[in-house]
């Protein structure tokens, strides 16, 4: 990407797992651990870009789908199987350190985000979860709130943007004040259109990975959508 115009491919890895897909990637000095769903975690070493190669693939109970990393610690958002903590000081052994469930244990772990001492879990239908990461040998769930369809999700300082998408919430993106991270506030609520698959904050513009309009451009202080564009991808951004 130095030349943001013309981005060159310099190398790719297969996975070998079945029905591995990769949805997710944290990259950690030159290990990258990626989220590939039925095809659980997998460990790849990134050290020479041109020949990127699988150190290590640790299976789940679920399906992972999106990651998160702080403190040696890899957090996992495993859809039916929670979220897992999982120490990654050895990249070729992977140690899962713990396992949390909402309290109706319904909810499936589709977002994860870590900020400080906090860590937001999108549940989907049990909303947004915020746990204790301050202690990850026993970290408790310290607050939630009722956001059914909490979805992906995207920090930048105090605030947090999740997408959400249920049958009565037409997609919208809920604006969360996270100045007190035991008592979440949404502060607005911001309509944009298909769905945000990923999200990245940059300034005071969302950058939407959208289904189905690809890539998706939101000014967050006005609430204005900016630009759509299917020609990045030819079809739903993931």
Same mark, same amino acid.
């Given at each position: 990407v130095r030349n943001p115009i013309a981005p060159l491919q310099l190398g790719a890895v297969h996975f070998s797992t079945a029905f591995a897909q990769a949805y997710d990637v944290e990259v950690v000095g030159s290990i990258a651990y990626v989220a590939s769903g039925l095809g659980g975690i997998q460990v790849v070493n990134v050290a020479t870009p041109s020949?990127?190669?699988v150190l290590n693939v640790t299976a789940t109970?679920?399906?992972p789908e999106r990651l998160a990393v702080q403190n040696n610690? +890899?957090?996992?958002a495993d859809r039916a199987g929670g979220l897992l903590l999982v120490d990654i000081p050895n990249p070729g052994t992977l140690a899962l350190r713990t396992r949390i469930a909402t309290n109706s244990g319904l909810?499936? %772990?589709v977002g994860v985000v870590v900020g400080g001492d906090t860590a937001y879990v999108a549940y989907g239908s049990d909303g947004l979860v915020l746990i204790d990461a301050t202690t990850t040998k026993d970290p408790a769930i310290v607050a939630d709130m009722?956001?059914?369809g909490a979805t992906r999700m995207a920090g930048s300082g105090n605030t947090l943007y999740v997408s959400v998408y249920n049958s009565v919430t037409q997609i919208p993106l809920q604006v969360v004040n996270i100045a007190d991270p035991l008592h979440p506030l949404i502060?607005?609520?911001i309509n944009v259109s298909g769905f945000a698959n990923d999200m990245q904050i940059v300034g005071n513009v969302a950058f +939407? %990975?959208?289904s189905p309009w690809g890539l998706q451009t939101v000014d967050l202080a006005s609430g204005s959508i900016l630009s759509q564009s299917t020609e990045v991808s030819g079809g739903p951004a993931v």
């Open positions: 020949s990127p190669s109970a679920s399906q610690v +890899l957090y996992v909810g499936k %772990a009722s956001m059914s502060s607005a609520v +939407l %990975a959208d």
